[in-house]
């Protein structure tokens, strides 16, 4: 069973900039399109980008469009979430999972906070 592991969260003020790494266990990772998800306080998890096994297909949500990157190393069995000019409305707890279906059980986490 793959297991996920968040990381790279943090306080950061608006406008600044943060890199969130998913790290995941087992050999079968490459062959799984990945996704990142957010959840603010008192809401519903949403979706914010996604990336195919090989890494040349991406997608975002409009909230997140031109200020997020998606990527991913195969060889590093990790999916990275570069944010940059970020806002106060992208603060929330950042999972990576499988798409489209969440296929693998959640990691903790990493906790994304942006101050005014």
């Known amino acids: 069973q793959v297991q996920l592991v968040e990381s790279g969260g943090g306080l950061v ?3 600044g900039s943060l890199r969130l790494s998913c790290a995941a266990s087992g050999r079968t990772f490459s062959s799984y399109a990945m996704g ?3 959840q603010a306080p008192g809401k519903e998890r949403e979706f914010v980008a ?3 096994w090989r890494g040349d297909s991406t997608s975002y949500s409009n909230s997140v469009k031109g200020r997020f990157t998606i990527s991913r190393d195969n060889a590093k069995n990790t999916v990275y979430l570069q944010m940059n000019s970020l806002k106060p409305e992208d603060t929330g707890v950042y999972y990576c999972n499988t798409v489209p279906q969440s296929r693998l059980s959640w990691g903790q986490g990493t906790q994304v906070t942006v101050s005014s």
């Open 50 to 52: 996604s990336i195919n």
């Open 13 to 15: 003020q608006a406008g």
């Open 36 to 38: 990142w998800f957010r």
